[in-house]
């Protein structure tokens, strides 16, 4: 932490104002009290007893519908929803705009770096995860090679985003 020191002197000049010192601000003090407010109501919420089972069972059910009404990439409301209480709570952003933008965020709060990873969550059902091949013996199939090929992807995109200080959490 730089400190201004100063020293009395007799000489005033009106057209200079006095210098103060900075004031030293808390790392919590630099939160924005949106940010705070919401991270107390949604943690609130997820501990909840009362309020955590149902709130698994209907995202269970969004995330197995096939309803266009129920699909967040389709319904606009559900997705803005979801964007602010559960994704926004725990994810940085969808692309490299939002990313880099979150990223900017946190550190202007005083940060001096961040860990980033990269998940996509994803469900392959039995027929989806194992083929079998002529001889009648099951192996992985296509779509799970795929899906790391992504996974690889997605988390080389992430390393292209860390800056000095940063991290890269793999999982």
Known sequence: VCRLHSTK??????AMPAI???VEVSSMARMPTKLLLRS????????????????????????????????PDR????NKILRWT?????????NREEVLRTVTE???????????????????????????????TSQYSDKCYQVIEDWKEGTL?????IGPGDFLGVK
């Open 9 to 14: 002197s007799h000489f005033h000049d009106a």
């Open 75 to 78: 319904n606009l409301p559900l």
């Open 86 to 94: 559960v994704y926004n709570h725990f994810c940085a952003g969808v």
């Open 106 to 136: 946190v550190k202007k709060m005083g940060f001096q770096g961040i860990i980033l990873g990269y998940s996509k969550e994803i469900v392959l059902g039995h027929d989806e995860m194992l083929s079998t091949d002529e001889s009648g």
């Open 40 to 71: 107390l109501l949604l943690t609130s919420l997820m501990t909840s007893k009362l309020f955590l089972r149902p709130a698994l069972a209907l995202m269970g059910v969004i995330a197995t519908s096939k309803s266009p009404l129920l699909n």
């Open 157 to 161: 995109e992430t390393l292209r985003m």
């Open 20 to 22: 103060k010192p900075p």
